[in-house]
Structure formats: structure tokens, C-alpha cells
């Protein structure tokens, strides 16, 4: 019993106490409004919209405002984690103790990081602010776009090297005929309802939705974890596409071969793993010599490359881990900096819906090892430096490329590795107005698709912009074949690997090394 008295004494002690407290903070309060009324107030004057009081914060030095709020019209994003702002004049001092800074500084040191190495050449000139871009009116850009893929059927087929690819791109050479709209849902809610697939050209050659894969109850289990179907079934047709291109399977007769499989942009690593799963059944494959490469600039939760097994212990100059991840913007990698690169002898590039400007720097970052390996060659040629056998020995061939293409709107006319075709072959201008329009355009395939993207406009319209859109897309895309093909020296193309109802973005960028050819190979 008197426990509970004293218990109970305690608690009306501290209540009187939180009292105490509450009324000279209520007091302080009250005191402070009356300040700011009189025109005393002698804390931050940033008028706070939301809350219709100043701010608390006290002065920072002879300002009138915190140093949250002082000079906040004149405040930039960090050039590093533009998720903060920074002052211009604090720039040099806030790079002692920004964490990205930091972080950036230390990458600098690692042998595969050189700073915008995969950034392109500069383009001259700064893109001038458009006030009216040639997309702003549709007819005439769409008049513009077709006179733009005649050059291109002219200049392809004329051109005797270029004559297999224009066979099997000429289903995207040409803006595609428009056909009837028809709702994919069935609700009436206007908000939920898309265009379907549009009856073109584009959708004549249809990828196949099966692939003869052995799946475990793991890989059940990664879907359902990780995934969802439509992401099983779109790595289930990338695979077809590899598979019918060799790029599972290892083309040298020895099935030691060391095998690399880069995917840039690899956010969980879902394709990595697919991929992974997918040479189980490749009996020209030694899996115990296969190895991974994942890139990508952020940090990843719920990896899957810890499931990954390694069958067999790996040979002494090559890593024990069967996966490598590397957190890194693709502008700064140096691929012949890596050790994986360096101790395997064929690589091959894999990407899953990588944005447009992402998918140039991957290409740039790719030639970058073709061009390493000319100069290794040409001065080892020129010393007559060892025998054929010890020029030959420790290289990567590159096997491949399979890249989901995804986010044209998002591409740069100083990354986009087909400049050089733009200018020479279709005209278009230096400073990149014209690609701006091609860009921008691009969006309108994904983007019409839905009604609630300016309900406004006509059925017809509509239909018109989703059609230009996808054109866009291609010729954009187009630019980047002919890059692998002059610039790699290997074969490339455009195929559809999916149904559009399972995404919109259903076309990827294949390259492989044709018969005949002794492909890519890099130091």
C-alpha cells in the first residue's frame, strides 16, 4: 500500500513539473509572437508560408536570416549529390566534407575509373533554348521523319556492307502505318485504359514467349521474392535471343574457356541471374569458368547475386567469387581496368530495359576495350614484340551484346554514339536542335498509350503520335547498330523479344560475332 502511495505521489509530482514546463514554453511562445508583432524579432526573418510565423533558427553572423535560409535564391545542387544544395562560394570547402565527395575521391584512385571517360566528345556547342521545336507541329515533323528514314534506306542499301543489316532492319526504316485503337481493359474508367497494340509493320515479326529453361523451386522462389511474372517472362525471351545468337553458349571447341557476362544498369541483377540459371542446360558451357560483372551507380538492397553458385573452385589468377559488383556511374568506367575483364577470355554485354543515355555510355565503354586492344596490337605488330601465341594469349574476346533498350527521351546529344551518322549521312545540325526533336518525340510512344496523357486530344492523334513516337525510337536505335558494326566490327541488329502488352518497350539490341569473323578482341 505504500508503494502504490508513493508510486502515485511521484506521477502528480511529474505531471506538475510537465506543467511547469509546458507553461513557460507557452510563455516563451507567447512572448516571441508579441516580439515578431512589434517588429523585435531577433531570430530568422524567412517567413515560413506553411506555418505563417518566421523561422526559429537563430542569425548566422551580421545576416538576418539562419544559415539555412541566407541567401537561399542563390543556393546550387551539390555537383555530386545534387539531392542537397551547397553555395556557390562554399563549393571548394564543402568538398572537404561532403560524403559524396569523399566517396568520389576514393573511386578516383581504382584502376577502372577514369573520369568522364565514356563521355563523348563535347559537341561545341551548348543546345540553344528551343521555343518551337520541329515536333510541335505533327505534320510537318512527321514529313520531316519520313524524308529522314528515305535517306536512311538509300545510304544503307547503297552502301554493300550495309546491305545484309538494311534486309533485316527494313521493317524499321520507315515511320509505321497506323491502325485501330481498341481498349485493353474492360473497366470504364478512363484513367486505367491504354491504346493497344498499334497494327503496324513494327509488330510483324513477333518474339516467341516460351524457352526451354530448366526452373527449380529456387528460381520459382526468386520470382515470386523478387520479381513478378511479367519480368520472368521478358528474361525468359532475352534469353531466347541470346540463345539463337550463340551468346549462351561458349563458340570456342575448348569448354575451358573463361566466360564473363557484364550487365550494366544491374540494379538487383535479375537478368544476371537468369542468365545464370539459363547455361545449366548449355552443354558447350563450362559453368565452373563462368563468371559475372554487375554495374550500377546506386546501392542495391536484396542483391541476387548472393544465390549464385559456384560449382567448382576457380583456377588461381581467377577470383573465387563468382559475382562482382561494381558501384560505379558507367561515364567513368575504364572496362580494361577491371580484373575480371582482364583474366577472362570472352565477354559478353547484357542489359535489361538500360536508360538511352546509359546505353550509349555502355556502347562508348564497350569500344573503348576494342580500341585498347588495336593499340596493343598494332605496337606489338610494329616492336615484332613475342610470337603469335603470346599476342593471342590472355585476351577478351568480345562474344556479344544483348541490351534491352529502354528511355529514349532520356538520351544526350553528346553521349549519342551515333552523332557521326546523324551528321554526315541525315543532316542533322551541330548543336543538336534536331535531336532534341527526335528525343522529345520519342516519348509520345509510351506516353499516348495512355488516355490520361491528354485526354483532349483525338483518337486519331493519338494514335498518329504513338506511331511517330515508335519511329523515333528506332531511328535513334538504328545509330547505335551501325556504331557496333563500324566501330566493334561485329554483327548487329534490332528484334522485337516480347509482346508490347508486356511492355511497351519490347525491342533489343543484339550484336554477335558473325562466321568468318574472329570478333573483338581486347587487352
Known sequence: MEDCDSECHKNAKRRRKDGKKYNLKYKEKRKRSRERDGKNWDRCMFWIEKKHRFCCMVRSGTSTFCGEHRNQKERIPCPLDP??????????????????????????????????????????????TIEKRRCDDLNTFTTWLESKFAICRTYLFAESRFREIASRLEIFLRVPKVGMIVESHSSADTSKTHTNDITNDHDCERAHTTITTTTDRKSEHMYKKYSAERHQIQHQNILNRMRARGLLATRHSTRSTRRLFIEFGAGRGGLTWAVHNATKIEKSTDRSQTRYLLIDRDSIRKKTERYLEATHPSPS???????????IDIRHLWLPGVASVANSDEAVVISKHLCGVATDLSLRSVCQLVQERRKTTAHRTATNAGTAAVRESRTCQIGGIAIALCCHGLCSWREYVGRTFFQSVLKFDAAGSDFESLRVASSWMVGYRSRSFHPDISESERSRRVAVGAACKRLIDIGRVLFIMEKMGLNA?????????????????LAWVGKGDTGARIE
Open 83 to 128: 539531392r542537397h544544395t551547397i553555395f556557390p562560394d562554399d563549393l571548394e570547402r564543402h568538398k572537404k566534407r561532403c560524403p559524396a565527395f569523399t566517396r568520389f575521391e576514393a573511386l578516383k584512385r581504382k584502376p577502372y575509373c577514369r573520369v568522364d571517360c565514356n563521355a563523348g566528345p563535347p559537341t561545341g556547342s551548348l543546345i540553344p
Open 317 to 327: 589468377d581467377v577470383p573465387n567469387a563468382v559475382a562482382e559488383r561494381l558501384k
Open 493 to 509: 541488329t534490332l528484334e522485337p523479344y516480347c509482346d508490347r502488352s508486356t511492355t511497351p518497350e519490347n525491342i533489343a539490341l
